[in-house]
């Protein structure tokens, strides 16, 4: 079983469309919580942490559940600029590694 | 700028040579990784090095070499004993000393093999 598991995709929806992706992890020690985009034949980019309580950056909520080792990332109204691959990221640091593993990532495509 | 420099952006390399990619960061970070992302797949950890002098293998280390002279540099090189090496090439740094765990990437480096 891979230590962090993602939906390929592509999810494929159109403008103005709410969109949610869900990331699971094996490690119940992990830590950290990420969310990164990556655009195409570019390097990731933090998206936004993800906290116990949910958090929340304009159009994007970030969801944590410890008990089913989830995390998920809710996009809502999707712009056409949403379209990228969607990266879930797990921070392994509990067991000393102090890095990051990441998942294969989920592709979105928006479409007009 | 601040930042991360991966260079070159775009490498050739014949089957059989040697050749090193480059990582500077001007961002006073400690730690230090080289990932390698295939085609659609997630990226995989090859080397990090969370201080000067030291550094630790990763899940792929096989076929690759790195270094850590100076805080700014962490030179990967990708031997000829790498059977696969062509690949997006990513260097990453993290500020150890600060909560959240966040990590930043260059730009990353194209090593296509012919």
């Given at each position: 079983r891979?230590?962090?598991?993602?939906?390929?995709?592509?999810?494929?929806?159109?403008?103005?469309?709410?969109?949610?992706?869900?990331?699971?992890?094996?490690?119940?020690?992990?830590?950290?919580?990420?969310?990164?985009?990556?655009?195409?034949?570019?390097?990731?980019?933090?998206?936004?942490?993800?906290?116990?309580?949910?958090?929340?950056d304009g159009r994007f909520t970030a969801q944590l559940n410890r008990a089913s080792q989830y995390i998920s990332l809710l996009i809502r109204d999707s712009k056409l600029s949403d379209s990228a691959t969607y990266l879930c990221v797990v921070n392994r640091e509990g067991t000393g590694r102090r890095a990051l593993t990441f998942g294969s990532g989920t592709r979105l495509q928006v479409q007009p | 700028d601040g930042g991360?420099?991966?260079?070159?952006?775009?490498?050739?390399?014949?089957?059989?040579?040697?050749?090193?990619?480059?990582?500077?960061?001007?961002?006073?970070?400690?730690?230090?990784?080289?990932?390698?992302q295939d085609p659609g797949q997630g990226l995989r950890l090859i080397y990090y090095s969370q201080i000067v002098n030291d550094f630790q293998k990763g899940d792929i280390a096989e076929g690759y070499s790195v270094s850590r002279e100076k805080k700014e540099s962490f030179p990967l090189t990708v031997t000829s004993a790498q059977k696969n090496p062509t690949a997006f090439y990513l260097c990453a740094t993290k500020d150890v000393g600060?909560?959240?765990?966040?990590?930043?990437?260059?730009?990353?480096?194209?090593?296509?093999?012919?």
């Open positions: 891979k230590e962090v598991e993602q939906d390929p995709g592509p999810f494929n929806v159109p403008e103005g469309a709410t969109v949610a992706f869900n990331c699971t992890y094996s490690n119940s020690a992990s830590q950290s919580f990420f969310w990164y985009r990556q655009d195409c034949r570019k390097e990731p980019k933090l998206l936004m942490s993800v906290y116990s309580s949910g958090n929340e | 991360i420099t991966q260079s070159p952006k775009y490498l050739f390399r014949k089957e059989g040579q040697n050749v090193t990619l480059s990582c500077e960061q001007n961002l006073n970070h400690d730690a230090m990784y080289w990932y390698r600060r909560s959240g765990n966040t990590i930043y990437f260059g730009e990353g480096s194209w090593l296509t093999v012919v």
